[in-house]
């Protein structure tokens, strides 16, 4: 019963101070909850402020490598997250930007580049990492190194 306690007790100390990951559950409610979602404002300059406003400053511009189809944004137990639907020359992806997150369980690190892990979500392919204390989650009906090669754009 002691050792129950302890462990209830670091995963709430755990989950308080950040180092929480996604579990898949709840990134099929983000999916679900973005689908069909059409952007307010699909703009540059609005969807940066919307960001601003959730992020602060440090939130990559993907206006510059996508085109923005829509945009939506919330909260996950009480991490601000941001939806993206983009569109590039090979078709649609989806960018999930959370803040306070340190993962999606269930993804595979990749052997070479430890940055980043990968895996199918929702049957689609997809790709995370994690910096500034936010998780970015890629997915798009890719491989992985293309969507690695389209995270180290958006990183950039």
């Given at each position: 019963?002691?050792?129950?306690?302890?462990?209830?007790?670091?995963?709430?100390?755990?989950?308080?101070?950040?180092?929480?990951?996604?579990?898949?559950?709840?990134?099929?409610?983000?999916?679900?909850?973005?689908?069909?979602?059409?952007?307010?404002?699909?703009?540059?300059?609005?969807?940066?402020?919307?960001?601003?406003?959730?992020?602060?400053?440090?939130?990559?511009?993907?206006?510059?490598?996508?085109?923005?189809?829509?945009?939506?944004?919330?909260?996950?137990?009480?991490?601000?997250?941001?939806?993206?639907?983009?569109?590039?020359?090979?078709?649609?992806?989806?960018?999930?930007?959370?803040?306070?997150?340190?993962?999606?369980?269930?993804?595979?690190?990749?052997?070479?580049?430890?940055?980043?892990?990968?895996?199918?979500?929702?049957?689609?392919?997809?790709?995370?990492?994690?910096?500034?204390?936010?998780?970015?989650?890629?997915m798009a009906d890719r491989s992985n190194e293309q969507l690695i090669s389209l995270a180290d754009q958006i990183r950039e």
């Amino acid at each position: 019963a002691i050792l129950l306690l302890v462990i209830v007790y670091a995963g709430a100390v755990n989950w308080a101070i950040g180092g929480q990951e996604l579990s898949e559950q709840q990134v099929a409610g983000l999916i679900s909850a973005g689908a069909g979602e059409q952007a307010e404002s699909t703009e540059g300059a609005d969807v940066n402020e919307m960001l601003r406003r959730s992020f602060g400053n440090d939130v990559p511009d993907v206006s510059q490598l996508f085109r923005i189809a829509a945009v939506s944004n919330g909260e996950i137990e009480g991490s601000p997250y941001a939806r993206f639907t983009l569109l590039d020359a090979q078709g649609p992806l989806t960018l999930f930007v959370v803040n306070g997150v340190e993962g999606i369980e269930n993804l595979e690190t990749d052997r070479v580049r430890k940055d980043y892990s990968f895996g199918k979500l929702d049957g689609e392919s997809c790709v995370s990492w994690t910096e500034s204390n936010r998780t970015f989650l890629l997915m798009a009906d890719r491989s992985n190194e293309q969507l690695i090669s389209l995270a180290d754009q958006i990183r950039e």
